[in-house]
Nanobody, 115 residues
Framework: QVQLVESGGGLVQAGGSLRLSCAAS????????MGWYRQAPGKQRELVAT???????NYGDSVLGRFTISRVNFNNTVYLEMNSLKPEDTAVYYC?????????WGQGTQVTVSS
């Protein structure tokens, strides 16, 4: 059974930084894409960042220039470096992994940014 486990969330002041990590277990295959989505209260889940196994990245407009995604392909691990955090970044952050056509999600980690 494939599992994605996130870590690194927490409470931070506006302007601060956090680093999220996600490790996958139970998959015999390298994920062709991994990344992060987030969901704030009362809002739909939205893209934060994804990265393919070939290195191509895609970022949500609201985090471009502040967040950086990276991954380690051989062990299906993905990271999200978040800088210059804003209160509007407050959300549950979900790790995402895809072995086409299958998709997997982590349980989520809370990130709270205080003003």
């Amino acid at each position: 059974q494939v599992q994605l486990v996130e870590s690194g969330g927490g409470l931070v002041q506006a302007g601060g930084s956090l680093r999220l990590s996600c490790a996958a277990s139970g998959s015999r295959f390298r994920f062709d894409a991994m990344g992060w989505y987030r969901q704030a209260p009362g809002k739909q889940r939205e893209l934060v960042a994804t990265q393919t196994s070939g290195g191509s990245t895609n970022y949500g407009d609201s985090v471009l220039g502040r967040f950086t995604i990276s991954r380690v392909n051989f062990n299906n691990t993905v990271y999200l470096e978040m800088n210059s955090l804003k209160p509007e970044d407050t959300a549950v952050y979900y790790c995402y992994g895809r072995t086409f056509p299958l998709e997997y999600w982590g349980q989520g980690t809370q990130v709270t940014v205080s003003s």
